[in-house]
């Protein structure tokens, strides 16, 4: 199988950056995804920072052919649900998240990255991340339980060996904002009656709600998923920066649709204390098909 990218899976750095490019008018795609492989120097000499890049699917596909799940599609559509709750797209051209020790480090390399970009890519949406208590999102509860541990999730949420994309993943970024005053108004066994598990242990209720966030992203039911999901935000305004790898789309998709609703099953419980601001799809190449075209010559 070819290598995934391996900052997928490096956790404990506590600063994150998350920077989506759009493709300026008239650049070739081609030359921008090799601008992007050629991304390569922070990774090794700037205080180790993780850089993971990855792609709007069709832009992806226009230029490495067969290299990618058939038919997987950017964002492009917003999501409603059966009570019109709608789950907004905001696709974009290039991702790259850059995570390191602290955000001195992630900043510098940020700068960099867009300026290596800038004559075929524009900025056109960053987020910050830095982890709560470790592992708590901000709603308080403990965030990760149930990802797969790092030995499954390579194989996992990558695409299977031979497959088109062989080590690939599919990204979800989504920036979720918490309504911080609705949440805390709440009691606590209520809150855990939205998550669906006990807020300090952690445990999973029995039975859990239909309406629970846990019961409506079962990973039993809908296939698994490794989310590295983070905090980001000011006093002001703040929440949940949920990044979810997939081998395919089809069960983010999956799960986007129980959450609000759509289908026939209750919306999730979630939603009415988070909302989300921004949606997108990204095909996360192999290391291997992301070097294809760093080694090419410039055109
Ligand atoms: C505001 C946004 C979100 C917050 C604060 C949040 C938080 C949580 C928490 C606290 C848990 C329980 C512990 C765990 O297993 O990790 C959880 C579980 C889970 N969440 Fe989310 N989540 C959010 C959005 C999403 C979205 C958009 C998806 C899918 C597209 C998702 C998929 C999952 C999955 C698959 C599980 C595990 C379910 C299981 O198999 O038990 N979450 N989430």
Known sequence: MATPQTGIFALGTLSHAYLELDRR??????ELVRHVAGLREPRTTIGGVNLVAGFRPELWAS?????????????TEPLVGADGYTLPATQHD??????GAAYDVVFDVSRGVVSALAAHATLAHEMVGWPYHRDLDLTGFVDGTENPTLV????????????P???GSVLLLQ???HDVDRWE???????EQVMGRRKLEGDELDPRPETSHVARTDQERFGQIFRRNIGYGTLTRHGTIFVGFSRDRAR????????????????????????????????????????????????
């Not at 230029?63 to 964002?75: D, E, N, T, Y």
């Not at 108004?185 to 809150?191: G, R, S």
């Open 94 to 99: 290039v991702v790259v998240w850059l995570a």
């Open 63 to 75: 230029v490495a052919p067969g290299s990618s799940p058939p038919g997987l599609a950017g964002f």
């Open 185 to 191: 108004a709440l009691p606590v066994p209520q809150q």
């Open 152 to 163: 499954e999730a390579t194989t996992a949420v990558t695409v299977e060996r031979g497959a």
């Open 165 to 167: 994309g062989d080590g």
């Open 252 to 299: 983010l998709d999956a799960m986007l649709a129980s959450m609000t609703g759509r289908g026939g099953g209750p919306r999730d419980r979630l939603t009415d204390f988070a909302r989300a601001l921004t949606g997108a799809y990204y095909f996360v190449p192999s290391s291997e098909a992301l070097a294809t075209f760093e080694e090419e010559p410039a055109h």
């Open 175 to 177: 920036q979720w904002e």
């Open 25 to 30: 008018q008239g650049a070739d795609a081609r």
